[in-house]
């Protein structure tokens, strides 16, 4: 089975404090995505990595930034949170192929007070 | 640019009944589309991909179509029980990247 693990569920942290998102996956996918989720938004998306040390912006990456030294892991990085960052944000992995489902972590709750 | 549009927002309906959920999108120029269910607080997961040159698939209960055409996907459950309770959520895929573009979803709840 596909795992894709994310480092925690509930986070709450303080305006203005450096926050990691961790994503860990071990199927050996080529790509990586960083999601948004908010109440009759959907998923938007932030990042998206399809080799380790390659990025691209996704439609919100504004305030965001990632990382992916490693293949199976890819971080999120909000420099400065902020109150609007406050949001469920899910990360999903997929096979660099045709067929390309995503595979998601279950979710990290994110607050910022 | 592609927009998905999932109607309605929420449905409630008794066990044993059949249903569709419906998702349309605004750029018939799809790779595939997928079908994920999503359970409350948790991540989603995959329930049906349908390549564009396809019109059907099916696993178990659940079979999904698609209309490229008229920009169009049903989901349809047979059957249905109170743990098909979730929220139903389509992504399309453009031609030429691996971005997903996503609906809101549909909350659906099975009364027992």
């Known amino acids: 089975d596909v795992k894709v693990t994310q480092s925690s569920r509930y986070l709450v942290k303080r305006t203005g404090e450096k926050v990691f998102l961790e994503c860990v996956q071990d199927?050996?996918?080529?790509?990586m995505f960083w999601y948004r989720q908010d109440p009759g938004l959907g998923l938007r998306l932030i990042y998206f990595?399809?080799?380790?040390?390659?990025?691209e912006k996704g439609d919100i990456p504004e305030g965001y930034s990632v990382s992916r030294e490693k293949k199976e892991r890819f971080s999120l990085i909000l420099e400065s949170a902020s109150t609007n960052q406050t949001s469920m944000y899910l990360c999903?992995?997929?096979?660099?192929?045709?067929?390309?489902?995503?595979?998601f972590g279950a979710g990290t709750r994110l607050s910022v007070l | 640019k592609q927009e998905v549009t999932q109607i309605p927002a929420a449905l409630s309906v008794p066990e044993g009944e059949n249903l569709v959920l419906n998702c349309s999108f605004t750029?018939?120029?799809?790779?595939?589309l997928q079908w994920f269910r999503q359970d409350p607080g948790k991540g989603l997961t995959s329930l049906l991909l349908?390549?564009?040159s396809q019109r059907e698939q099916t696993s178990g209960r659940l079979n999904a179509s698609l209309d490229k055409s008229s920009g169009r996907s049903t989901l349809y459950i047979a059957a249905s029980q109170p743990g098909d309770s979730a929220t139903y959520l389509c992504?399309?895929?453009?031609?030429?990247?691996?971005?997903?573009?996503w609906g809101a979803g549909t909350k659906l709840i099975i009364k027992p």
């Open positions: 349908i390549q564009s």
């Open positions: 999903a992995s997929s096979l660099g192929t045709q067929k390309n489902i995503q595979y």
């Open positions: 750029d018939s120029a799809i790779y595939n």
């Open positions: 990595s399809y080799d380790v040390k390659m990025k």
């Open positions: 199927m050996d996918h080529e790509n």
């Open positions: 992504a399309v895929r453009a031609d030429s990247n691996y971005q997903l573009i």
